[in-house]
C-alpha cells in the first residue's frame, strides 16, 4: 500500500481510517507552513503511494514565481497520485485550476476523499 502523504489541515478522521487500515501516513509540506517533509523533498525511498490535502494548500499566492505544478513537481515526477479536496460546489473550478499542474490529480469532496483513496491503493 505504501504511505499517504497528507498536507496540514488534511481531515483527521481520514487519516485515523487509514491508520486503522494499516496504511503509513506522512506529513508532507507545500515550503511555507513546515507541517512535515517539503513535498519536493519526497524521494523514491519514502515510498509516497498518494498525497491527500485541501487544494489551497497547493496554491501559490499572487504574485509569486512559482506555480501549482511547481509546488507538485515532485509528486509528477515519481508519478504520485494527488488527492485534492475542494467543496462539491466548486468541484468544476477546481479542476480548471489544475489542469495544467499534472496528471496525476484527482479533485475530490472531503466526503469521497477516504473512499477514491482506498480504491485507488487496493
Not at 45 to 73: N, R, S
Not at 108 to 114: K, S
Request: contains cysteine.
Amino acid at each position: 500500500m505504501g504511505t499517504i502523504g497528507y498536507f496540514e489541515g488534511t481531515d483527521p478522521v481520514t487519516l485515523t481510517r487509514l491508520a486503522i487500515k494499516g496504511v503509513n501516513t506522512l506529513p508532507v509540506s507545500n515550503g511555507w507552513d513546515n507541517h512535515g517533509k517539503n513535498i519536493n523533498h519526497i524521494t523514491k525511498e519514502d515510498k509516497i503511494t498518494a498525497v491527500i490535502g485541501y487544494l489551497h494548500k497547493v496554491i501559490p499566492i499572487q504574485g509569486m514565481a512559482i506555480t501549482i505544478k511547481d509546488i507538485l513537481f515532485t509528486c509528477n515526477a515519481y508519478n504520485i497520485k494527488i488527492f485534492l479536496i475542494a467543496p462539491a460546489d466548486l468541484i468544476d473550478e477546481a479542476k480548471k485550476l489544475v489542469a495544467d499542474a499534472g496528471n496525476n490529480i484527482v479533485i475530490v469532496t472531503l466526503d469521497e476523499v477516504y473512499s477514491k483513496l482506498m480504491e485507488y491503493i487496493s
